[in-house]
Nanobody, 121 residues
Framework: VQLQASGGGLVQAGGSLRLSCAAS????????MAWFRQAPGKEREFVAG????????YHADSVKGRFTISRDNAKNTGYLQMSVLKPEDTAVYYC???????????????WGQGTQVTVSS
């Protein structure tokens, strides 16, 4: 499956953005999907994950209550709604998918190219 992330940009602290991850090539609905982020000089962080049906979701403590992961299998697209953004949310955000039903930070086979999110104070 090929993934294309989009929706990043520059936003002021407290603002919102919605990232999209468009999938093509295989049946997107069969894959667990996730969002990761990586800030300069920091390790990649597992931000959120969602099961193939959307019934199971995980959000990292650092974003819980502010970010929401979702998906629309009919549109082969996943989303990350980000609200109350903080400067520490600044990073390149990547979507990923795997043919494994477990929501976790591990074993993702497919990655999007990344989209930059910059939050100004």
């Amino acid at each position: 499956v090929q993934l294309q992330a989009s929706g990043g940009g520059l936003v002021q602290a407290g603002g919102s953005l919605r990232l999209s991850c468009a999938a093509s090539g295989r049946t997107f609905s069969r894959y667990t999907m996730a969002w990761f982020r990586q800030a300069p000089g920091k390790e990649r962080e597992f931000v959120a994950g969602i099961s193939w049906s959307g019934a199971g979701r995980y959000h990292a403590d650092s974003v819980k209550g502010r970010f929401t992961i979702s998906r629309d299998n009919a549109k082969n697209t996943g989303y990350l709604q980000m609200s109350v953004l903080k400067p520490e949310d600044t990073a390149v955000y990547y979507c990923a998918a795997k043919n494994d039903p477990r929501i976790s930070a591990l074993h993702y086979d497919y990655w999007g190219q990344g989209t930059q999110v910059t939050v100004s104070s």
